[in-house]
């Protein structure tokens, strides 16, 4: 079993800050890259950063800037530090672990930057 969960969600006004965090458990043997998507109501997924095993980042074009990917201490655990918030920010945020063979979802945590 795997499980991957999302925390650090929340109510915030336009110009803040949040940090979100992913911890993925259970039996990995490695994991290729995690990323952070979204998804707001009625709108496609987004896919928001990811941070590969080689510590290769990459970003959306709407969160270049003001969203920073980064690993934790704790093994298989990543941290989306998302500064200068703007209501269309407002989503669903997602975090997947890929190892190349399987593909592993977490529930989701919300973030609504409204004033």
């Known amino acids: 079993q795997v499980q991957v969960v999302e925390s650090g969600g929340g109510l915030v006004q336009p110009g803040g800050s949040l940090r979100l965090s992913c911890a993925a458990s259970?039996?990995?043997?490695?994991?290729?890259?995690m990323t952070w998507y979204r998804q707001a109501p009625g709108k496609q997924r987004e896919l928001v950063a990811f941070?590969?095993?080689?510590?290769?980042?990459n970003y959306g074009d709407s969160v270049k800037g003001r969203f920073t990917i980064a690993r934790g201490n704790a093994q298989n655990t990543v941290y989306l530090q998302m500064n200068s918030l703007k209501p269309e920010d407002t989503a669903a945020y997602y975090c997947?672990?890929?190892?190349?063979?399987?593909?592993?979802w977490g529930r989701g945590t919300q973030v609504t930057v409204s004033s």
């Open positions: 941070i590969t095993s080689d510590d290769i980042t």
């Open positions: 997947n672990a890929f190892t190349g063979g399987h593909s592993y």
């Open positions: 259970g039996s990995i043997y490695s994991i290729n890259r």
